[in-house]
């Protein structure tokens, strides 16, 4: 079994357990340090105040990330988060020499052992719901093979933890060869079950006239909202529906 299998065979069987995001977090952050080709990793989430907060970091450098990143806001997870696209630094060296977050990669270079950081956008769909973070203590990026490796970890990881922010008892199962299913009648987070609730259908038809979206990103949107939040999805559906909530652009 190649690294990419032993590591979306160990996540997808995540689903069969019931973990609260700390835990998931954990098991995920555990998996890419003894698959993947990194020293350390730390899962956030971002949070309806705009901020992010630490779910698991694997060691004390991993903490340390978090905190400057936090303290100073910037860096690698920062730029992630804001842009929605992975940030790859594999010598920090270089980094603190240019523009990009002098200060922050001085404090690293000072504080940590750190050599090179990479920061992964944990989306659904338009969406960021949180970032992973994975530190090296040597520099260096990766080859293509590991590369793609980290981002479908980065993208089994988004759907395992907004699954259990926002649907509890959801669809979603593994297939025993590190693929995700989704069960076709169950009325699961990702299946087209949902919008057999009428305050989800109602809600989703609103937050698409509202923002001029299509359907399933209107349904993304009130899926981040209810992970920022933690809140379920059925509570959201009904504020909007209610006129208690309206989205607009400024609050993507």
Known sequence: MTELGAVTTRLTR????????????RRVCEACVEYLDVDGA??????AEASRRTLWATDETALRLEEIQATLNEGACVEAARSGSP?????????????????????????????????????WGAVTIGVMDLYRLRTGTFPLGQWQDLLATAEIAGLLLLGVRTRPGNGVR???NGALVVDAEHDGWLSDGVFGRPEIHQAA??????????????LARMRARAFAEQRLL??????????????????R
């Open 42 to 47: 730390a899962i956030s989430v971002l949070t």
């Open 14 to 25: 995540l689903v069969a357990h019931d973990l609260d995001e700390e835990q998931l977090a």
């Open 234 to 251: 059925i509570d959201v559906a009904r504020d909007v529906v209610e006129r208690r909530l309206v989205f607009t652009e400024e609050a």
């Open 205 to 218: 038809g609103m937050v698409l006239v509202q923002l001029g979206i299509g359907p399933e990103e209107a």
């Open 87 to 123: 940030v790859l630094v594999g010598d920090l060296t270089e980094a603190a020499e240019q523009v990009r977050w002098p200060v922050f990669a001085s404090e690293v270079a000072e504080r940590t052992p750190v050599r090179a950081l990479f920061a992964l956008p944990l989306r």
């Open 174 to 176: 593994g297939d025993g």
